[in-house]
């Protein structure tokens, strides 16, 4: 492979803001794994955001390089899987294991797209020093003819558009819009970017925390929530705190830690044959194996309001941010019902916007 720009890349980031700022360009922020894609002839890599080669993962969308892409390119986007017309996260996670026969089954079964949003490369042109207002217009040019499993992501200058975006596309299971400054060039690894997601709150019940990898302080608190059964479901983790907030909650913790694992809500959880059931709190980490998600088990009567910015299924997709403990809130009034739920959108519409 011999490019003007030559792996690996560290993609160009977004930092939050919290409300969509005015004369930029704006997109969708697609709920996927960062992806950038090197195609000389028939020589493909896919790098991640990590730096790391991703390819062997998405031998479907290689195959798509081939035929969507130009002949000599580099082109910055976004790994998705959509099922019912909606982004599906954990339908990608999947895709990353160690078995190339499974790997190539779900490419078969959840074939994933690759949605593009700016071009770093194109034959012998390096575009990293353009402008990204000329670099869109390239990436346009350069996917004119290019079909499913390859799209453009759609792009806007109008800030109400891009309000509107901000709302609909929450419902195909986007999380946000990207605001980017027309006159800049492509800086590898810079938050030069903005992102807005949606900010809201819940009440969760703490009934476990793992230690932080330092020791001795804790490192998150898991969260759940009842569902129609009057079970209590993992809905996922808050995990950012100062160094001094981690060791006041080992004391705040520990009138509630048990060791009663049998009565727990989560105590099948403790065994281990229950860790290939999905996502538990003590499930083997995906992306690192040798990473400790052991968790101490706390009785289930703390109430914590977290914030969080959307839903994956029936949990948090990313790590919810602690707002405040809610002693005045029952912890079996922790329902799903509390959640807000976006009106449905079609994907197809998304990726036909604008």
């Not at 493909?44 to 993962?57: A, D, L």
């Not at 195909?172 to 810079?190: C, F, M, Q, R, T």
């Not at 909650?249 to 048990?258: D, H, I, K, S």
């Not at 400790?292 to 959307?310: C, I, K, M, Q, T």
Request: hydrophobic share 40%; with cysteine.
């Amino acid at each position: 492979m011999k490019l003007p720009v030559m792996p690996p890349v560290a993609p160009m980031l977004a930092k939050s803001v919290k409300s969509i700022p005015p004369g930029m360009h704006y997109e969708g922020k697609f709920d996927g794994f960062r992806s950038i894609v090197f195609r000389d002839g028939d020589e493909v890599e896919i790098g991640s955001r990590n730096e790391r080669p991703m390819t062997r993962y998405f031998p479907e969308i290689v195959a798509a390089a081939r035929e969507q892409l130009p002949e000599r390119c580099v082109i910055d986007g976004e790994l998705v899987i959509a099922t019912d017309n909606r982004l599906d996260f954990d339908a990608l996670l999947n895709r990353i294991h160690p078995a190339d026969s499974r790997v190539r089954m779900l490419a078969e079964h959840t074939p994933a797209s690759f949605v593009a949003f700016d071009i770093l490369a194109i034959g012998d042109e390096s575009f990293m020093d353009t402008p990204f207002a000329q670099r869109r217009t390239v990436l346009e040019r350069a996917l004119a003819d290019a079909g499913p499993p390859v799209h453009l992501a759609p792009s806007t200058t109008d800030l109400e558009l891009a309000k509107r975006w901000f709302d609909q596309f929450e419902g195909a299971g986007l999380d946000g819009i990207i605001a980017k400054p027309g006159d800049s060039g492509y800086e590898p690894g810079v938050r030069t970017l903005y992102k807005i997601k949606h900010d809201r709150t819940a009440d969760c019940v703490v009934a476990g925390f793992r230690w932080h990898k330092s020791g001795g302080v804790v490192g998150s608190l898991l969260l759940g929530l009842y569902d129609e059964t009057g079970a209590l479901q993992h809905v996922g983790v808050s995990a950012s705190f100062p160094m001094k907030r981690r060791a006041e909650l080992v004391a705040e913790l520990e009138p509630y830690r048990t060791e009663n694992i049998e009565d727990h809500p989560w105590g099948e959880w403790a065994v281990a044959e229950a860790h290939g059931a999905g996502r538990l709190p003590g499930a083997v980490s995906r992306w690192n194996a040798k990473k400790d998600l052991s968790w101490e088990p706390l009785r289930p009567e703390l109430v914590v309001e977290v914030a969080y910015d959307h839903m994956q299924g029936n949990r948090f997709r990313h790590t919810a941010q602690f707002r405040r403990w809610r002693p005045d809130r029952d912890p079996r009034s922790c329902t799903y019902d509390q959640l807000e739920e976006p009106v449905n959108y079609d994907l197809a519409d998304v990726l036909g916007a604008g």
